[in-house]
């Protein structure tokens, strides 16, 4: 497993939309450990392989208190939403330490492949039904911060942009 680099909101490859995977083999199960391995190294709670520079349709998360477990969705699809929303408080491992209120639907149901290939369908509520709309959003390349105001945007993309070059020095 190897730690992959993550790319930092307002790099313009996070815009890309990420394509289907065409087969679940050794390379894309190569990807998703890493992408666990650098999730759970960056204190993160969810991936999306768009956030590691790969466009391809992978997101792995783990809301669990103990880290273990782990939840891998290729190829996700969103096959029913709750008629219920919630203003949700988000972040992002692309725009750490910003923080701020998303409506998210409260529960969905999802059909995706796991790391094995096997078709699989994940009913989800609460943090778990937060974090698969966030993941799904990285993969049509839209950033949580793309649902705030402009003025908190460019403020956003000012603050990341300064860290951005400080931390080049």
């Known amino acids: 497993m190897a730690l992959l680099?993550?790319?930092?909101?307002?790099?313009?490859?996070?815009?890309?939309?990420?394509?289907?995977?065409?087969?679940?083999?050794?390379?894309?199960?190569?990807?998703?450990?890493d992408m666990l391995e650098t999730m759970y190294e960056a204190k993160g709670i969810g991936l999306a392989a768009t956030q590691v520079d790969v466009h391809e349709r992978v997101i792995v998360i783990d809301v669990s208190e103990q880290r273990d477990e782990a939840v891998v969705l290729i190829n996700p699809q969103v096959v029913w939403t709750s008629s219920t929303t919630h203003l949700n408080e988000e972040g992002c491992l692309s725009v750490p330490g910003i923080y701020d209120g998303v409506e998210r639907f409260d529960a969905l149901t999802v059909s995706a492949l796991d790391a094995m290939g096997q078709s699989r369908v994940v009913q989800a509520e609460g943090l778990l039904a937060?974090?698969?709309q966030h993941e799904m959003d990285h993969l049509l390349g839209k950033v949580f911060v793309e649902y705030l105001s402009p003025l908190k945007r460019n403020r956003i993309k000012k603050k990341m942009l300064k860290a951005q070059r400080e931390e080049a020095r």
């Not at 394509?19 to 083999?25: E, G, I, M």
Request: glycine letters at 0%; charged letters at 25%.
């Open 5 to 33: 680099t993550l790319l930092f909101f307002p790099d313009a490859r996070l815009q890309t939309v990420a394509k289907p995977v065409p087969t679940v083999d050794e390379r894309v199960r190569r990807l998703v450990a």
């Open 130 to 132: 937060v974090c698969i």
